[in-house]
RNA sequence: GCUCCCAUCGUCUAGCGGCCUAGGACACAGCCCUCUCAAGGCUGCGGCACGGGUUCAAAUCCCGUUGGGAGUGCCA
């Protein structure tokens, strides 16, 4: 095993939004680094030109530190960029070369696609392997792939035995002199002294290659662990192309950070105990990657947004109406990059915070996403009530909704402005006429907050004020005919 | 096709040979509370894929079947 300090690696490419899934990689390893006082190494692989955006990078290190994964801390290091590393990766293969564990190869991939029809298998049959061909333009070198087998030890599998005879020899230098991922990533990861790769499952293929490389450059392999992989509803990989997987997305949703490290931790691992949510020192504390589940894990944004709606109900009223803010205003939280702020319903010079304030109690148990919020409260920061066609039509349908509200009206002028006041008025209301409190309510709430739904209408009528409210009134009446 | 991985309620999981009549959470349904909607409380629905072993005893160990998934690039 490995002596020393504990150095575990996320390498990420700039290829996109950050994903969810690289995000639950990134705080396993994480946490890891935290557990045993190690290193965290930041690597962005940045080698496939084609697909790279450098914009992406600043993205990664934004979505980590969102998460908790701080770039200034002592246990951060990086980041460090594959592309710095060239000469290295070159150099390595001229090692493997020099020491026969490599060799150069001038097949096109159609010859190799026909001589693999006509042999009947699949894959690189090592033609070129005794041909002794030196470098040279539109070469590639192939790695030597040795006789007998390659074990893998897995932290989160065990022992995994591969046949080197099913395992082609790969490409490690491309014909125009590149490294490609597999050989950059070893030889990066000897350069950074990594000792334990934690990754996701799909790498656990290409780990024997991996592992087969170590050995050829002379270094002991690191500690292996392959996490299962997080999947949609259909069971397939989550994927940038067809589902949602933007960790920016979610934020700029209103996810707050701890529910999506709080949830994505329980994909794939449970907190001992009667509760799934727990707070990330307990994560740190007790996390073991031995006791991460073997099969993949379908992300539920169902769940994710209920444990968001708990951890918003847990808040202080203070903290809740500053995680609302940016919301609010359209300002606050750094949607970096290409991601855009949202867009606030009133004009900002509307917004009052002391308003807010006042009705924010009433939000905050109403609320599973902070994206939520401006429409539950719209109506006290816009000019008019933003009424709802079809809740107002049959708010209005019942006989007693124009006559109930008028006299509603005529009392709400004179009496004490207090929720109880206001309900003993409507009580008063529904008595004389027969009708519960439940339904008469509905043409007051559609009048002066628009909407069938939204905050206790007593105490949002009292933050509203007597004036608005009565002006509310009277164009619903109005409109009502 | 080949290689590898995986298999407990619809979903995420607890369980690592007897504490299991299989526990929790999300979702769903009902009830209570209630000015709408929520929140909260209570209740319910619902699972060890199948077949063989091993054992006094298996969700837990072994083998097979079936079913999923990943990889199979001069992408990472």
Redesign the pocket.
């Known amino acids: 095993m490995v002596s020393g300090t504990h150095r575990y690696r996320f390498?990420?490419?700039p290829?996109g939004y950050f994903h969810v899934g690289g995000a639950r990689t990134a705080l396993y390893n994480w946490i890891l680094a935290l557990q045993n006082d190690g290193v965290f190494v930041l690597r962005i692989?940045?080698?496939?030109e084609s697909?790279n955006e450098p914009q992406w990078t600043q993205g990664i290190i934004d979505a980590l530190n969102w998460i908790g994964i701080s770039a200034s801390d002592p246990h951060f290091e990086g980041p460090y960029f594959?592309s710095a590393y060239a000469e290295a990766h070159t150099a390595a293969a001229k090692q493997l070369y020099d020491g026969g564990h490599a060799y150069y190869c001038?097949?096109?991939?159609e010859q190799?696609q026909e001589r693999a029809k006509a042999a009947g298998k699949?894959?690189?049959d090592g033609f070129s392997r005794e041909r002794g061909l030196g470098p040279g333009s539109?070469?590639?070198l192939r790695f030597k792939v040795p006789g007998g087998n390659t074990v893998v030890h897995d932290e989160v599998?065990?022992r995994?035995?591969?046949?080197n005879a099913?395992i082609?020899d790969?490409?490690l230098m491309?014909?125009?002199g590149?490294p490609?991922?597999?050989l950059?990533?070893v030889v990066d990861d000897i350069a950074m002294k990594i000792t334990h790769v934690v990754r996701a499952?799909?790498?656990?293929?290409?780990t024997p290659k991996q592992q087969l490389l170590w050995e050829a450059l002379g270094v002991a392999p690191p500690v292996w662990a392959h996490v299962?992989?997080l999947?949609n509803e259909?069971?397939?990989?989550l994927s940038k192309r067809r589902d949602k997987v933007a960790l920016e997305q979610y934020r700029a949703e209103g996810v707050v950070a701890d529910a999506m490290v709080n949830y994505l931790m329980?994909?794939?691992?449970?907190p001992?105990g009667?509760?799934?949510i727990v707070d990330f020192t307990t994560i740190t504390r007790d996390f073991k990657l031995?006791?991460v589940?073997?099969?993949?894990?379908?992300f539920?944004v169902?769940?994710l947004?209920?444990f968001n709606?708990?951890y918003l109900?847990k808040m202080s009223l203070d903290e809740f109406v500053g995680v609302c803010e940016p919301w609010l205003t359209g300002v606050g939280v750094p949607w970096s990059g290409a991601q855009t702020a949202p867009s606030v319903p009133w004009p900002v010079e509307r917004f009052n915070r002391a308003v807010f304030l006042r009705i924010a109690p009433?939000v905050q148990?109403?609320?599973a996403l902070l994206s939520e919020v401006p429409a539950m409260v719209d109506f006290l920061f816009l000019a008019d009530a933003p009424i709802d066609t079809a809740a107002f039509d049959k708010a209005f349908a019942a006989d007693w909704a124009r006559s109930s509200l008028r006299t509603m009206r005529e009392q709400f002028v004179t009496t004490t402005w207090s929720?109880e006041s206001l309900?003993t008025i409507v009580e008063g209301v529904g008595a004389s006429i027969d009708v519960k409190?439940?339904k008469l309510?509905?043409p007051l709430?559609v009048a002066t907050t628009g909407r069938?739904?939204?905050?206790?209408?007593?105490?949002s009528l009292v933050v509203l004020g007597r004036d608005e409210t009565l002006r509310r009134i009277d164009i619903a009446l109005a409109r009502a005919g």
């Open positions: 390498a990420p490419s290829t692989e940045d080698t496939d697909r594959q001038d097949l096109t991939s190799i699949p894959g690189y539109g070469r590639v599998r065990g995994v035995e591969f046949d099913t082609e790969f490409v491309r014909g125009n590149t490609v991922f597999i950059a990533n499952e799909e790498h656990l293929p290409n299962p992989v999947v259909q069971r397939k990989k329980t994909l794939g691992w449970a001992t009667e509760t799934e031995g006791s589940n073997h099969s993949s894990a379908f539920d169902k769940k947004n209920a709606g708990e109900r009433h148990t109403r609320v929720a309900k409190l439940g309510q509905a709430r069938s739904v939204g905050p206790p209408l007593f105490e």
